[in-house]
């Protein structure tokens, strides 16, 4: 199945992309406080790496656990405590992680964060939403102090972008014509447009979230895994083996 998407590349008699020897990755898309997703799809991910036995396996989790479904809170709870068993664990950082940890210190971003997602959060935590922007010092003030510090140092722990292979993993997407160690946080987190239509060679395969498809989105240069897991019920892996590729859904 690689081939039809990669034809071009193949045709220039260039190598299919590949794991490191031995690995079985999966990337997991954007998950936004479905708990009940997460554990479907990670009791999926273990039988297919216990059907499959490979030596190493990895799991990357692509950001925006939190904000939009019920149980954020929850969600970093469980990927704190209930790690796959035998596989190395890997958390990106995404947009909406990143406006909470912002709203920390800067009760102005509150208002744009709240809009996208982020009373969801602020119910899972058990606080009360402002009622007006003049509010948000108090929403700031108690979530600091209900946040347990366990899921702070989670936050603030989170990787902006992995590298697998020929596969780069990241958030939102890569700027055309930058450096992977040279991409800025901004665009990791939040590029669409630029990325999304770009045909250019970032010189790894990007595999990425953040931009809603009702299935994944394949292209030549980059494979997008987020299905709208908080609204449609469904939540991707993307596996990945050698030079072969295939999806778990919920």
Not at 61 to 66: F, S
Request: aromatic share 8%.
């Amino acid at each position: 199945m690689l081939q039809k998407f990669l034809g071009q590349r193949k045709r220039a008699q260039t190598i299919l992309p590949r794991t490191p020897p031995g690995s079985r990755i999966y990337a997991i898309g954007d998950i936004h406080g479905r708990l009940d997703l997460l554990r479907a799809i990670n009791q999926l991910i273990h039988e297919d790496a216990y059907a499959h036995q490979a030596p190493r396996n990895v799991a990357v989790y692509l950001g925006d656990y939190i904000d939009r479904g019920d149980t954020s809170c929850a969600v970093i709870d469980w990927l704190i405590d209930q790690p796959l068993p035998g596989f190395e664990q890997v958390h990106l950082l995404g947009n909406h992680e990143d406006s909470l940890l912002q709203f920390l210190t800067d009760v102005h971003v509150g208002p744009a964060w709240l809009a996208y997602g982020g009373i969801a959060t602020l119910h899972s935590y058990g606080v009360r939403p402002p009622s007006t922007d003049r509010d948000l010092p108090r929403v700031q003030d108690e979530l600091r102090d209900k946040l347990p510090e366990r899921h702070l140092a989670f936050l603030r722990g989170l990787a902006l972008h992995h590298v697998e292979g020929d596969y780069a993993f990241v958030h939102a997407g890569l700027r055309p014509g930058v450096a992977l160690d040279a991409q800025v946080p901004q665009d990791l987190l939040w590029i669409r447009d630029e990325f999304l239509s770009s045909n250019a060679d970032f010189g790894k395969i990007v595999v990425h979230g953040h931009t809603i498809a009702e299935q994944p989105d394949v292209r030549r240069n980059r494979i997008g895994i987020d299905t709208g897991a908080f609204a449609s019920g469904t939540l991707t892996s993307l596996v990945l083996a050698e030079d072969r590729w295939s999806f778990l859904q919920t």
